[in-house]
Structure formats: structure tokens, C-alpha cells
């Protein structure tokens, strides 16, 4: 069973960049049938996609934040990461990080997710 | 972008109640619709996929239907575990991937 968890800081100011890591157990980034996603919610609201990534290197990102956002990742370590730049208030929310599976070639569908951590950006 | 408007926004419910969530895509996406249960202060969990697929370890209390653009999740028979936001998300037209606002159920 593939656990995942998130872990960076919890404030940000603002202007500045947003660093998060996902740390995966149980099983190997490196498996070819998985991309790894950031998703986030925003406070008292729904979950947004922020990009992905897959461990040969191809990485998507929402074009809401595409100009801000780099998703890498570190086959060595079994993580991935998100770089979140110029934040501002409005990127204050629990940021998840979460495996997206095919299954029987539907998706991405999302199997498994760390427990998410809270980013505050403030100064 | 493909936009999930959910209804109701939020229920209540007592157990043993039948609950039906609806979800409604700005266009249609066939069947590439899942379903997510999320726990108060938990990460989401996958319930159903292509609209109706039973994630596996799912209760048979939960089932999907739907194709096109409106779907629908029903909870058969409410229990108290059942408490909890459920969320729509569809893969059919990409990036960005999308979610419907959320339904938050609550046990009377």
C-alpha cells in the first residue's frame, strides 16, 4: 500500500516561493503506470489540480498557475516536489499530494493522496 | 475547461435515508467521471469511476450512474460513517483536470 507525505513550510510571505515535497513509501515513483499530482483546496472551498508529473520527466500544470508552478521530481529519494513562485494570500490552502492511476485506461483517477499540509501566506 | 456544478451544495439526511448527489458537466464527457468521499480533516478517497465502476473495498452502499453530462451518486442506505463532503471530477478533456465545488452531507 503506497503511503505519501507532504512536508515543508507552513507560512510563506508573500512575493516569495512556496516549496512543498512529497516523500513516497510502499511502493517506487519510478512505477511506469503512475503520474504524481498536486492538487490543493482552498480554504472552505473545492479542490483545484495544480500539475503533475511523471518520472521520465514530462510535467503538466493547470494554466490558471502554469507561469508560476514547476513540479520536479528525485527518483534517488522516491519524491517529488512543487515550487509555487510570487505567492500571495489567495494561495493559502492545504496543498495534497497524490498518485494518478489508469485504470483500464480511465483516469488520471486519484488512489492515493498524502494527508495534506497547510501553506498560510502571510507576513 | 470543462466546469462540475454539484447539487445540493450541502444535505441533511438521517441514517437509513436514501441520498442522491447529482453533478453536472458544462459539456458532455461521456462516462470519465469519478467520485470522492473526504472525511472531516482527511484526504479524499475514490469511490466510483467511469460514472458507475465500484472502487474496489467500496461499500455496495455507494453506486453511480450517468453519462454525458449528468451524473449521480447514491447512498442507499445512510449510515453514520457516511458523514462527509463528496466531490465529482471528470477526466475527460484535459488539462485542467476538474472537480465539481463539493456536497456536504450531514447526518440529522
Known amino acids: 500500500q503506497v503511503q505519501m507525505q507532504e512536508s515543508g513550510p507552513g507560512l510563506v510571505k508573500p512575493s516569495q516561493t512556496l516549496s512543498l515535497t512529497c516523500t513516497v513509501s510502499g511502493g517506487s515513483i519510478n512505477s511506469g503506470g503512475y503520474y504524481w499530482y498536486w492538487i490543493r483546496q482552498l480554504p472552505g472551498k473545492g479542490l483545484e489540480w495544480i500539475g503533475y508529473i511523471h518520472f521520465t520527466g514530462p510535467t503538466d500544470y493547470n494554466p490558471s498557475l502554469k507561469s508560476r508552478v514547476t513540479v520536479s521530481v528525485d527518483t534517488s529519494n522516491n519524491q517529488f516536489s512543487l515550487e509555487l513562485r510570487s505567492v500571495t494570500a489567495a494561495d493559502t490552502a492545504v496543498y495534497y499530494c497524490?498518485?494518478?492511476?489508469?485504470?483500464?485506461?480511465?483516469?488520471?483517477?486519484?488512489?492515493?493522496w498524502g494527508q495534506g499540509t497547510l501553506v498560510t501566506v502571510s507576513s | 475547461a470543462i466546469q462540475l456544478t454539484q447539487s445540493p451544495s450541502s444535505l441533511s439526511a438521517s441514517v437509513g435515508d436514501r441520498v442522491t448527489i447529482t453533478c453536472r458537466a458544462s459539456q458532455g464527457i461521456s462516462s470519465a467521471l469519478a467520485w470522492y468521499q473526504q472525511k472531516p480533516g482527511k484526504a479524499p478517497k475514490l469511490l466510483i469511476y467511469d460514472a458507475s465502476t465500484l472502487e474496489t473495498g467500496v461499500s455496495s452502499r455507494f453506486s453511480g450512474s450517468g453519462s454525458g453530462t449528468d451524473f449521480s451518486l447514491t447512498i442507499s442506505s445512510l449510515q453514520p460513517e457516511d458523514l462527509a463532503t463528496y466531490y465529482c471530477?471528470?477526466?475527460?478533456?484535459?488539462?485542467?483536470?476538474?472537480f465539481g465545488q463539493g456536497t456536504r452531507l450531514e447526518i440529522k
Open positions: 471530477q471528470q477526466f475527460d478533456t484535459y488539462p485542467p483536470l476538474t
Open positions: 497524490a498518485r494518478g492511476a489508469y485504470y483500464h485506461g480511465s483516469g488520471p483517477l486519484f488512489d492515493s
